[in-house]
T-cell receptor, first 114, second 112 residues
Framework: AQSVTQPDIHITVSEGASLELRCNYS??????LFWYVQSPGQGLQLLLK??????LVQGIKGFEAEFKRSQSSFNLRKPSVHWSDAAEYFC????????????FGTGTKLQVIP | EPEVTQTPSHQVTQMGQEVILRCVPI?????FYWYRQILGQKVEFLVS????????KSEIFDDQFSVERPDGSNFTLKIRSTKLEDSAMYFC??????????FGPGTRLLVL
């Protein structure tokens, strides 16, 4: 069955530390891949996306993600976390070809400690 | 930068009442969507809309739900007779070509 998995429900990191949030997908073909962030009480903001080409994509707020076809993964990284990064992060996919629904992972809640 | 907007931000209603959630998609976008997020759960797709008709809907989107694009700027979700389990955050999204969807800030609906 098609699915998006975020194995970490909750992650705590110290401010200034590096961050990696994991995402795996299970689809017949490589879908379009996204990371969205939801700050408390806020909507869903697009961080970055991958359609094809260079497997390392840069996004807003200093985030990047790497697509690894062999692992069906699209992990989100940030070299140095800021307190304002505390939020919930959702990996999401759209079947290639576009115009179809976004399927979200269950989300990873990031806590940043001083 | 253009944004998707939604009104109201919060709505409280009594069970059995009708509610209309409003969205203004980004102006040149052609594809429109509604999603919902029940508290503590993941975001779920409800319906997609293109060329003035529904292109896909989920099992959640039953006869109690309807969508409309009444004019060139608004996109609405109507729930005819709300149930307690309709309490959720409802997100509108829009897309120009269908591959990247931009989400609004959401409407938090509470059904009492």
């Amino acid at each position: 069955a098609q699915s998006v998995t975020q194995p970490d429900i909750h992650i705590t990191v110290s401010e200034g530390a590096s961050l990696e949030l994991r995402c795996n997908y299970s689809y017949g073909a490589t879908p379009y891949l996204f990371w969205y962030v939801q700050s408390p009480g806020q909507g869903l903001q697009l961080l970055l996306k991958y359609f094809s080409g260079d497997t390392l994509v840069q996004g807003i707020k200093g985030f990047e993600a790497e697509f690894k076809r062999s692992q069906s993964s699209f992990n989100l990284r940030k070299p140095s976390v800021h307190w304002s990064d505390a939020a919930e992060y959702f990996c999401a996919v759209v079947l290639s070809g576009g115009y179809q629904k976004v399927t979200f992972g269950t989300g990873t809640k990031l806590q940043v400690i001083p | 930068e253009p944004e998707v907007t939604q009104t109201p931000s919060h709505q409280v209603t009594q069970m059995g009442q009708e509610v209309i959630l409003r969205c203004v998609p980004i102006s040149n976008h052609l594809y429109f969507y509604w999603y919902r997020q029940i508290l503590g759960q993941k975001v779920e797709f409800l319906v997609s809309f293109y060329n003035n008709e529904i292109s896909e809907k989920s099992e959640i989107f039953d006869d109690q739900f309807s969508v409309e694009r009444p004019d060139g700027s608004n996109f609405t979700l109507k729930i005819r007779s709300t149930k307690l389990e309709d309490s959720a955050m409802y997100f509108c999204a829009s897309s120009y070509r269908g591959e990247t969807q931009y989400f609004g800030p959401g409407t938090r609906l509470l059904v009492l």
